[in-house]
């Protein structure tokens, strides 16, 4: 498969894909993909209003059939080496936005990391570093 989609649209497709896996995009998950775009170096350039079309595109592909195996693929394609550790470390807080991870943000969690060839040390690392971040007092 020919990559279609630069590495930061693949961050952000897989930053829509985990947000809209309950079938519901909170606002706080929204709000928690424009802060990340507009904070991360991997953004950097990037024109903010590029954004909504490009999880709009997204979230057409996840209406397909096979949508998943295809964002996720696309998305590898796209990322270039440890860009795909940030695209789980993204992924990860995202389904954190909303401090409720249910078992379908869990799956799609595996999914992703086995998709984008994620060690698992490396991705509980991820996982823990993005659970200390959301902790409260």
């Not at 991870?101 to 823990?128: F, V």
Request: net charge negative.
């Amino acid at each position: 498969m020919d990559s279609t989609i630069n590495p930061q649209a693949a961050l952000i497709y897989v930053m829509v894909t985990m947000a809209a896996v309950d079938g519901n995009i909170s606002d706080t998950e929204l709000r928690k993909i424009g802060n990340i775009t507009s904070m991360l170096p991997a953004f950097a350039g990037y024109a903010k209003e590029k954004l909504i079309p490009t999880a709009q595109q997204c979230a057409a592909i996840l209406q397909e059939d096979d949508g998943l195996q295809t964002v996720l693929g696309l998305a590898k394609e796209a990322l270039p080496g440890d860009m795909k550790e940030t695209a789980y470390a993204l992924a990860t807080e995202v389904a954190a936005a909303d401090l409720q991870l249910g078992q379908e943000e869990l799956r799609l969690l595996e999914i992703i990391r086995a998709s984008l060839g994620i060690d698992r040390l490396a991705a509980a690392a991820i996982e823990r570093a993005t659970r200390a971040r959301h902790l409260k007092p």
